[in-house]
C-alpha cells in the first residue's frame, strides 16, 4: 500500500520533543500489557514503573499528548493505548523490507512482534542467488537486482539492513534512492543519507560494551568499598598521579 511514504510522524508538526517519542514505545508496551490483562485503568506511578521512568516524566510527556488522566482514578487504559498508537503512526499497516537475509535477518523475519504492532514484513531481500525463492518464515527471499521494484509494488518506507558492514551503505543509498525515507540499521557501521531520512542504529556490540564498562565500575567500587570513594593524594602536590588533578573513582 502506497499511503505509507506520504504520510509523516505526527509528533514533528506537534512539537513532541524526540526524548519523549522515544519513550512512548516504552510507556505502550508496558500498557499493551496491562491491557492483555483486562486492567481498566492505571495511575501514573504505576505505569511509570512499570516503562522504568519516574512518573513526574511521564505525565510531562503525556501532557504532549494532551492526556491528563482523572485525580483519584489514573489512566484510561484502553484509551492511552489507542492514543499513543495513533501518535506513532501504528493504527495503519506499515510495509517494511529486510535486506540481508542472514542469521540476524531471518531471525528478524521470524520475529511475531511486528504484525501485532502495526508492521507488515513485505519483502525479504538477499544479494546472494543461491537465497532467491527460499522461504523464511513464510516469505520467499528476493534478489537485490529486485530491491527497486520490490519497494515501488508493495509501496514501502522503512527499510531494515541487515547486511555484513561493507554492503550496507550501498544497500542504504539504493533504498533511498527508491523512495525510503526510514531505516532501521543493524549493520556494524554508520550510515550517511541525505536530509528527510531518519536512520536508527541498533548495534548489540555497543550494547555489550556499555554493559562491560558498568560491571567493570560496579568491580572497582566493591574493591574500594564506597561508590566514589577520592583516592589519597600527597599534600605537597595536591596533585593526582597523572600530575593534574585528584583522581576520583568513577561514581
Not at 198 to 204: A, E, I, T
Amino acid at each position: 500500500m502506497a499511503t505509507g511514504r506520504t504520510h509523516r510522524p505526527a509528533t514533528r508538526s506537534r512539537g513532541i520533543p524526540e526524548a519523549t517519542v522515544a519513550r512512548l514505545p516504552l510507556y505502550l508496551r508496558a500498557l499493551t500489557a496491562l491491557s492483555e490483562r483486562s486492567v481498566p485503568t492505571v495511575s501514573s506511578e504505576e505505569l511509570a514503573a512499570a516503562a522504568g521512568v519516574n512518573s513526574a516524566k511521564l505525565r510531562k510527556d503525556f501532557s504532549y499528548l494532551g492526556s491528563y488522566g482523572t485525580r483519584g482514578v489514573g489512566y484510561d487504559v484502553e484509551y492511552l493505548v489507542y492514543q499513543i498508537s495513533r501518535e506513532l503512526g501504528l493504527t495503519q499497516d506499515w510495509p517494511v523490507v529486510i535486506v540481508g537475509i542472514g542469521n540476524l535477518g531471518a531471525a528478524l523475519a521470524n520475529y511475531g512482534g511486528f504484525a501485532s504492532r502495526g508492521f507488515r514484513v513485505a519483502a525479504l531481500i538477499d544479494a546472494d542467488p543461491a537465497m532467491a525463492g527460499k522461504p523464511v518464515a513464510g516469505i520467499p527471499v528476493q534478489h537485490t537486482d529486485d530491491l527497486e521494484s520490490i519497494i515501488a509494488e508493495n509501496g514501502v518506507s522503512i527499510g531494515v539492513i541487515a547486511t555484513p558492514a561493507g554492503a550496507a551503505q550501498q544497500v542504504c543509498d539504493r533504498l533511498v534512492a527508491a523512495g525510503v525515507t526510514s531505516i532501521l540499521n543493524f549493520a556494524p557501521t554508520v550510515l550517511s543519507v541525505p536530509d528527510g531520512v531518519d536512520v536508527r542504529k541498533v548495534d548489540l556490540s555497543i550494547e555489550l560494551q556499555i554493559l562491560a564498562f558498568h560491571e567493570q565500575r560496579k568491580a572497582v567500587e566493591e574493591a574500594a568499598g564506597e561508590p566514589g570513594t577520592v583516592l589519597q593524594v600527597p599534600k605537597e602536590t595536591g596533585k593526582g598521579p597523572d600530575g593534574d588533578v585528584p583522581a576520583v573513582m568513577p561514581a
